[in-house]
């Protein structure tokens, strides 16, 4: 940071402070109300996971990739069992894949859902906070019927589940969907027409398409700024070219916009659910893969769209049971530094909407 | 699965461009990758970007050998929008050898950059803001190289900043 000008001064953002959404620190310099630069500070929540997976096998790894995004642990599951099955030369059965497209999907509305409540909360729009938490409290039911964690599922096996489905999952699934697009709705009767809420995220953290390509950033951000890239669509994985969905995008950019692309990616993880549901293959679980996992020498790079954007992980295989290097390319990680120049020239209080409507997840960014 | 070669229209591009500082161009499990010679690669990232339609810098990261010459490999993870393509470049990087900072071409490659520098120790020239980014300003040491342990920490920063013996 440079040194400041008379009518400068610095203002400490958490890491405590609850819009950060948890320990995020930025050091913000101002004119008056107005950002001048921003400074983020991270690396509180750093576990060093990358180096914790090459002192594990890839099997004894598998759990630790739930804790990196722990509101998208499904989605750091397919990710990273994609991955090691790509250098396997593997791929996993219909039934799993279908399983896996229903559970990511699930998974998907539940990081919205929390991503809604809490950044209504900052705002200053209290209720949706409590209606979104019921209905993603419905999604993490279903988690805990199938493997009985709601959080950090490790939901997938490399080659395919561990589990066969529960008595019921279907009936379960459909029923949530059913009653979820009435849901949807609701929480834009809150919040689409308030005024208050139209007016504090109009225009506010605006960024270009131009600009996102440039930072790098992806997901919802990208795709409110008027392109429709969406990993699903652009390189389909596990059989997601079987089911018909549109990307949603809009075109200003801006905080409002990323929250109507938010809410209609969930109505679209619906119509993914309800087609997967409707018809998952049977078979078997596991594809027929070696016991120990040992892929060969080489190396890959596998992404998937995650609810936050692109997450890649990218393998270097010696050919022993260990990865020789694991590295976790983050969507929260390269999002975020898009913070500064949507934050320039913002207002301090904007900011706190700014950092909300990236959705960031600490633990990814850290790792 | 073997590494096979990679023809096309992008390696032919490298190779007319930059001629002997494109070391190999290849495939494996179909993902194509090419390996330049160091000074070669923001070049490559330029070419790539304004020609190519290599528009996003999808990643930068890093692979520690100790017993190779040189010591790390630089892998970047290139994306075009236009084509639907991943490709990777990657370089060796010696130990104490300055890597050129990407930035200029790819503004995402600040932070991604500075990863690189904390976990490996790999500094980039040119680099518009050369800290740590996740590990304190004044750790000592470079967690993910490969003589770094995982239980190793840097003992004299713990007793001085969390006020305890040793975080193990």
Same mark, same amino acid.
Do not use: C, N
């Given at each position: 940071m440079t040194a400041l000008d008379s009518n400068e001064m610095v203002l400490n953002m958490g890491p405590?402070?609850?819009?950060?959404?948890?320990v995020l620190r930025i050091v913000l310099k101002l004119d008056g109300e107005r950002v001048t630069s921003t400074d983020c500070i991270i690396g509180?929540?750093?576990?060093?996971v990358e180096k914790i997976a090459e002192n594990r096998t890839y099997v004894q790894f598998?759990?630790?990739? @739930?804790?990196?995004d722990y509101l998208a642990a499904v989605s750091n599951g397919l990710g990273y069992c994609l991955a090691v099955e790509k250098l396997m030369n593997a791929v996993a059965t219909p039934r799993a894949q279908a399983v896996r497209v229903i559970l990511t999907e699930l998974n998907r509305i539940a990081s919205h859902l929390l991503w809604l409540g809490t950044h209504a909360l900052d705002i200053?729009?209290?209720?949706?906070l409590f209606y979104t938490l019921r209905e993603r409290e419905a999604v993490l039911k279903i988690f805990e019927n199938y493997c009985?964690?709601?959080?950090?599922?490790?939901?997938?096996?490399?080659?395919?589940?561990q589990y066969e489905l529960y008595d019921g999952f279907e009936k379960e699934v459909e029923s949530f969907c059913g009653q979820f697009l009435a849901k949807v709705d609701e929480y834009e009767e809150l919040l689409s027409g308030n005024r208050i809420w139209r007016e504090r995220l109009r225009g506010v953290g605006v960024i270009d398409a131009e600009t996102c390509k440039r930072y790098g950033v992806t997901g919802p951000v990208l795709r409110a700024a008027g392109v429709a890239w969406d990993l699903r669509k652009a390189q389909p994985y596990s059989?997601?070219?079987?089911y018909e969905f549109d990307v949603p995008t809009r075109t200003s950019g801006d905080t409002l916009d990323r929250y109507f692309v938010r809410l209609d990616e969930m109505r679209q993880s619906v119509r993914i659910i309800q087609q997967a549901v409707a018809n998952i293959p049977t078979g078997?679980?596991?594809?027929?893969?070696?016991?120990?996992v040992k892929p060969p020498v080489g190396e890959a790079y596998v992404s998937i769209e995650a609810p936050k954007g692109e997450l890649g992980y990218y393998i270097v295989s @010696?050919?022993?049971?260990?990865?020789?290097r694991l590295r976790v390319r983050p969507p929260s990680f390269v999002n975020l530094q898009a913070l500064g120049h949507m934050a320039q020239g913002a207002l301090v209080a904007d900011v706190v909407a700014i950092i909300g409507t990236i959705d960031i997840v600490l633990g990814e960014v850290d790792r | 699965m073997a590494t096979v070669p990679w023809e096309g229209p992008i390696p032919d591009l490298l190779r007319a461009r930059l001629g002997a500082s494109v070391l190999e161009t290849s495939l494996y499990l179909d993902q194509p990758f090419a390996v330049l010679a160091l000074p070669a690669m923001v070049p490559a990232l330029e070419l790539l970007r304004s020609e190519?339609?290599?528009?996003?810098?999808v990643d930068i990261t890093a692979v520690d050998?100790?017993?190779?010459?040189?010591r790390f490999e630089l892998v970047y993870v290139l994306y075009s929008y236009g084509r639907n393509e991943r490709i990777r470049l990657k370089a060796g990087v010696a130990l104490g050898e300055k890597a050129p900072s990407a930035v200029p071409v790819h503004l995402g490659a600040n932070w991604l950059e500075r990863e690189v520098y904390d976990m490996f120790g790999i500094e980039f020239a040119g680099h518009p803001d050369p800290r740590r980014i996740l590990?304190?300003?004044?750790?000592?040491?470079?967690?993910?190289?490969?003589?770094?342990?995982?239980?190793?920490?840097?003992n004299r920063w713990v007793q001085a900043n969390l006020g305890i013996e040793s975080g193990q």
């Open positions: 405590q402070h609850p819009s950060t959404h948890g509180y929540l750093h576990r060093g598998a759990p630790y990739v @739930d804790r990196m200053g729009a209290i209720t949706p009985g964690a709601r959080l950090t599922t490790h939901a997938f096996r490399i080659g395919g589940l059989g997601y070219e079987q078997p679980i596991m594809a027929k893969i070696a016991k120990v @010696d050919g022993t049971t260990h990865p020789y | 190519a339609g290599f528009d996003y810098l050998y100790p017993k190779r010459t040189p590990m304190p300003e004044e750790w000592a040491g470079f967690p993910l190289r490969k003589d770094y342990g995982i239980v190793e920490m840097d």
